[in-house]
C-alpha cells in the first residue's frame, strides 16, 4: 500500500507541477515590481559572476602572453611540444571535477565556494611568476585546471536557476559578454605589465602572473561580499520578491523548489542522449574559443607584425564578438529560437576561419578572424541557453551543466593538440580541424531538431510526458 501511495503522491505532485506550468500570462504581481526585481537580480548576480569569470579567462589564459613576452625563451617552451602540454594539461582536471563542485555548491552555497574558489587559483596564479622550468609551470597549470572546475559550471547553473527559459540567453549573454570583454583586452594589460620588465629584478613574464594573481585574490575576495545565492536562500531581496522569483520559476517550468541528486537520478541524467549532444556542440563551439586565445597573437607575429602590435591587434575581435554575442542572444530570446541562431554562429566562425587560413595576405586574414572569433564566441552563452532550455529539476541542470561545460574542456584539449607548433606559423590542420567541428554543430542541431519536434508533435496529441511533464516543451 505504501508502494502505491507512494505513486499516487508522485502522479499528484506531478499533476500540480503540470498545471503550474501555465504562460507567464497568468502571473498576479504587478509588472513593475517584477521589472525592478529582475533589473536588481541582474545587477547583483550577472555583473560580479562576469567580472570574475573574465579573470578566470584572463588567468588560463594569458600563458600566450608571457609566452611572447619571454617566458618561452626562459624555459625552453620552444622544444618539442612543450607549449601545447603546457596548455593541455590545464583540462584533465578542470573536466574531472566539475560534477563534484557543481553538487557542493548547493550544500556549502554560492557565494562561498565561488568566492573561495577564486582566491585559491589567484594563490596559484602568484606562484607561476616564480616557476625556474617547465615541469613546474605545467605542474601550477594542472592546479589552475582543479580550482576553476567548479567556477564557470557554477556561474551557469546559478544563472539558470534564477530565470525563465527564454530569458536566459540574454543573460548568459551579459554575463559572458562581461568576461568577454575584459578578457578581450588581457593581451593589451598583459603587454602594458610586461613593461614592469627588469623591475626588482623580475623578468616581464614574471610580472603579468604576480599582477594577475594578486588582482585575483583581491576580486575572489569582494566576491565574497557581493555574490548572491540560489533564489531558496536570497538575502538581498524582500520576501515578496523571493517569492515573485520564485513563483516565475514554477509558471515556467515547474522546478522552483530544489531536488536532492541521488545515485539514481545521477546515472539516469547521464543517460539522457541530449546532454551529451549538447556537450559536443559546446566542445566544438569552445574549441576555436580556446584556439585564438592562445594562439591568435602567435598567428598575428607569425603574420609578420611586432610582438607588441600583435599583442594589440588581439583586442579588436572580442569587441566585435561582443557586439554580435548580444545581437544574437536578443534575437534567439525574442524568437524563442535556440538551435537556428548557433547555426548562424557555426556558419558565420566556419567563413571566418577559411578567411584566416587561405586569406593570403595577413590584413585579410586578420579581418577573417573577427568573423571566426564572433561566431565561436556567441555560440558559447547559445549552447549553453540551448541546453539550459531542455532540461527540468536542479539536480539535472547540475548534471547538465557538468557534462557540457566538461565537453567544453575537451574542446581545450582538442585545440592545444590539433594547433601544433610544427605547423606556425599559419596553423592550416588546426584550422581545418576547427572547421569540421563546426560542420559536426550543424549536423548535430538537425539531428536535435527532428528528435524535439517530433517530441512536442507527440506531446502536443497524445499528452505524453517530456521531462517528467505533460506541458513542458523543447525548445528548437
Known sequence: MSSVSSQDNKHDKLH??????????????????????MQKVDRRLLIILGALYAISLIDRTNISVARVAGMAKDLQLTVGQRYSIITCVFFPPYIVFELPSNILLRKIGARNLLSAIVVLWGAVMLGMGFVTNW?????CRVLLGLLESGFFPGCVFLISCWYTRYETQKRMAVFYLTSMVISGFSNILGYGISKLGGQHGIAAWRWIFI???????GLGLIGFALIVDFPDKATFLTPDQTKMVQERIELDRGDSAPDHLTFGSFMRHCADYKLWVFGLCFCFSTMPAYAFSYFLPVILAGGGYSNELSLILSAPPYVFAALHTFA??????????????????AIVCTIGLIIMGWGGKIGVRYFGSFLAIAGCQANVPAVLAYSANNVRNHSKRAVSSAIVIGMGGVGGIFASLVYRQVDYPLYLPGLGATIGCQGAILLMLAGLSFAFSRANASADRNGTEIEGSTTFRYTL
Open 328 to 345: 544574437i542572444a536578443y534575437g534567439a530570446d525574442k524568437m524563442r529560437k535556440r538551435a537556428l541562431f548557433i547555426a548562424i554562429n
Open 135 to 139: 615541469h613546474q609551470l605545467a605542474a
Open 16 to 37: 500540480r507541477e503540470d498545471n503550474a506550468t501555465n504562460a507567464l500570462e497568468a502571473r498576479t504581481w504587478d509588472k513593475e515590481f517584477e521589472r525592478k526585481t
Open 211 to 217: 599582477v594577475f594573481g594578486a588582482a585575483t585574490v
